[in-house]
């Protein structure tokens, strides 16, 4: 399928690849579609939800909720915005109208949810674009301490300019074992492509910080890596009979994989733009 035809039917037809909750961690759940989706937390204080899906999605994200034992109206507190394209921020709209969460976005694209045309733009009929105003934005220098949880947002930029990733320690209260989830806020190669520059210089510049940005957070220690589109960390090969255990995510290899997978899409992409230097 594209990308518009997934689009269209994680927008219009959620019930279509729709995973329910999924264990990812003590305390950590995906929910949403085989292609795209959220990360719920579980803290002392109420739920953090990452991202806010598409709004087509959301009746299906709050029914999930609802099976873990939760009221999605009053249980939601915070929403951490990965990066504002609208695949991952046109139900916020509806998030910031029933639940009333604290929204966090980065500070660089706080003009991007006024601007249809920087929010990758989808085309007529696939979803419900409405602008946003966040409450918040990140603070790169210190943690956000929320529910007994310290979660480290991280500038990442490349596929945005804000784009921001989260790293966290979730604890096994059973086995006494921690656990630190990391999920990279946007590792699509679509901003970097040939038809977004002009110049082989304006090209060749932001390729380079994109490849800079993996290299920084490739060695990181990672003991769950989580994802809001699950096939980058080729989630669902993961994924067992019982979506209650977390416990066949715990794999510290797969961080620095989805890393280096990157960087080889990086690297076709470079070899084979039409700003590449041909041999004779």
């Given at each position: 399928?594209?990308?518009?035809?997934?689009?269209?039917?994680?927008?219009?037809?959620?019930?279509?690849?729709?995973?329910?909750?999924?264990?990812?961690?003590?305390?950590?759940?995906?929910?949403?579609?085989?292609?795209?989706g959220?990360?719920?937390?579980?803290?002392?204080?109420?739920?953090?939800?990452?991202?806010?899906?598409?709004?087509?999605?959301?009746?299906h994200?709050?029914?999930?909720?609802?099976?873990?034992?939760?009221?999605?109206?009053?249980?939601?507190?915070?929403?951490?915005?990965?990066?504002?394209?609208?695949?991952?921020?046109?139900?916020?709209?509806?998030?910031?109208?029933y639940?009333?969460?604290?929204?966090?976005m980065?500070?660089?694209?706080?003009?991007?949810?006024?601007?249809?045309?920087?929010?990758?733009?989808?085309?007529?009929?696939?979803?419900?674009?409405?602008?946003?105003?966040?409450?918040?934005?990140?603070?790169?220098?210190?943690?956000?301490?929320?529910?007994?949880y310290?979660?480290e947002?991280?500038?990442?930029?490349?596929?945005?300019?804000?784009?921001?990733?989260?790293?966290?320690?979730?604890?096994?209260e059973?086995?006494?074992?921690?656990?630190?989830?990391?999920?990279?806020?946007?590792?699509?190669?679509?901003?970097?492509?040939?038809?977004?520059?002009?110049?082989?210089?304006?090209?060749?510049?932001?390729?380079?910080?994109?490849?800079?940005m993996?290299?920084?957070?490739?060695?990181?220690?990672?003991?769950?890596?989580?994802?809001?589109?699950?096939?980058?960390?080729?989630f669902?090969?993961?994924?067992?009979?019982?979506?209650?255990?977390?416990?066949?995510?715990i794999?510290?290899?797969?961080w620095?994989?989805?890393?280096?997978?990157?960087?080889?899409?990086?690297?076709?992409?470079?070899?084979?733009?039409?700003f590449?230097?041909?041999?004779?």
């Open positions: 399928m594209t990308v518009d035809e997934l689009y269209g039917q994680a927008n219009h037809r959620p019930w279509e690849g729709a995973t329910g909750p999924l264990r990812v961690g003590p305390h950590t759940w995906f929910i949403g579609q085989t292609w795209i959220v990360i719920v937390l579980e803290t002392k204080e109420g739920l953090v939800i990452i991202d806010a899906g598409l709004s087509g999605q959301m009746w994200i709050f029914e999930s909720i609802r099976k873990l034992g939760y009221d999605p109206e009053h249980d939601i507190k915070l929403c951490l915005l990965s990066h504002c394209h609208m695949d991952h921020f046109s139900g916020i709209h509806i998030l910031q109208n639940s009333h969460p604290v929204v966090y980065s500070e660089i694209e706080k003009e991007w949810p006024y601007r249809e045309d920087l929010c990758n733009g989808i085309p007529a009929g696939l979803d419900y674009y409405m602008p946003f105003k966040p409450d918040r934005f990140f603070d790169y220098s210190r943690p956000l301490e929320f529910g007994g310290s979660i947002c991280v500038l990442t930029p490349g596929h945005t300019p804000g784009t921001t990733s989260f790293f966290f320690e979730d604890t096994d059973d086995t006494g074992r921690t656990y630190t989830i990391g999920m990279h806020g946007g590792l699509g190669l679509n901003t970097v492509t040939d038809q977004n520059f002009e110049t082989a210089e304006e090209a060749s510049a932001a390729r380079a910080g994109f490849r800079q993996l290299l920084d957070v490739r060695d990181r220690k990672v003991d769950i890596s989580i994802a809001n589109h699950p096939d980058n960390i080729h669902f090969d993961r994924v067992t009979e019982n979506k209650k255990d977390y416990r066949s995510f794999d510290g290899t797969v620095a994989r989805q890393i280096d997978e990157k960087l080889a899409e990086l690297d076709a992409l470079e070899r084979d733009s039409r590449a230097k041909k041999g004779n």
